[in-house]
């Protein structure tokens, strides 16, 4: 067990280390100028642009700004913003609550009612309910994020908020302040809700309709227990190990956020901070970002491969 952590650990931050330095190839493709893009209406010498550059850093040639980059990045430190002016590990890290508070609530949500109706739709298969779940299910995964967001802000009128976090003149006591974000969480979560729980609800109908007619089933049901016993207590534990990679994978999506939610309704998380580092470009934002994003979905593989272990006895065979 100790090697395979040793080696999953290894792994881990190969990978990191790799993430690290394609966000900085990665970043350098993308179309613009950020000293032009900074300057944009403003009066400025050529003079004035050359020193920005210099001040920036974005003057040196490519392979000495990415060995300053590596050897900083290596210590945790992204650099300062462009556009902010502030450290960017600041900035996500004031931006990172927000997200886990909208994103990890959506993705929870969306796992119990994904696997709920999945597992209702398999051991019900070709009902009624099950075709109408499915169907559904597909059709909101089909629809583009942001275009479902804004259908919902307009279905529902001035019901819920449809931008922002809170409100400014909320009294400061925690019950109101609770309520209120709660209150502003409605249309954003709920879109992300509609989009994500589809796959959780496929991956664990396939799933249990593959374990259906499996000889253990047919032994239990011979030992005279109930359909539903067998289902909770035979079916759906193993049915589950495919979908635990989905879930941890999607936990690790949770600290990136939603770009385009977070955008269509103003939420400031780490998604509305990497759609504005886009626009600059803001390259120390946007390396800063992405290798935070990446560490996350990296350290919840991680924590899957481990998992799965645990759950299913043939892994620690193997």
């Known amino acids: 067990m100790i090697r395979h952590l040793a080696g999953k650990v290894g792994g881990a931050l190969v990978s990191l280390l790799f993430v690290v330095a394609l966000g900085f190839l990665l970043f350098r493709v993308i179309p613009g100028d950020p000293v032009v893009a900074m300057t944009r209406g403003r009066p400025v010498t050529g003079d004035q642009l050359a020193e920005l550059r210099v001040r920036l850093g974005v003057d040196k040639p490519l392979g000495e700004q990415f060995v300053d980059y590596l050897t900083a990045a290596l210590q945790g430190d992204f650099g300062t913003s462009y556009v902010y002016s502030r450290p960017v590990m600041e900035l996500i890290g004031e931006r990172m609550w927000p997200t886990i508070l909208l994103t990890g609530t959506a993705t929870v949500l969306a796992v119990v009612l994904g696997l709920w109706l999945g597992i209702r739709g398999a051991w019900r298969r070709g009902s009624r309910s099950d075709r109408i779940s499915t169907g559904a299910a597909l059709a909101q995964w089909a629809m ?48 992300m809700i509609a989009v994500v729980y589809a796959q959780y609800l496929l991956v664990m109908r396939s799933s249990l309709l593959e374990e259906m007619h499996a000889d253990y089933l047919t032994t239990a049901r011979a030992k005279g227990l109930r359909d539903d016993v067998v289902r909770r207590r035979h079916a759906v534990p193993n049915a589950l190990l495919p979908t635990v990679t989905l879930v941890f994978l999607h936990l690790g999506l949770v600290v990136s956020g939603a770009i385009t939610v977070e955008t269509v309704f103003s939420w400031p998380g780490l998604g509305l901070l990497t759609y504005e580092a886009l626009t600059g470009p803001d390259l120390p934002l946007l390396q800063g970002t992405f290798v935070v994003l990446a560490g996350a979905v990296i350290t919840m593989n991680v924590f899957a491969d481990l998992l799965y272990r645990v759950l299913d006895p043939r892994v620690r065979a193997s």
């Not at 275009?147 to 019901?159: C, F, Q, Y």
């Open 144 to 191: 583009p994020t942001f275009w479902l967001g804004m259908l919902l802000s307009l279905a529902t009128g001035d019901l819920f908020p449809s931008g922002g976090m809170r409100y400014p003149d909320t009294p400061p006591d925690f019950l109101s302040q609770a309520v209120d974000v709660a209150h502003h969480m409605v249309l954003p979560c709920l879109t």
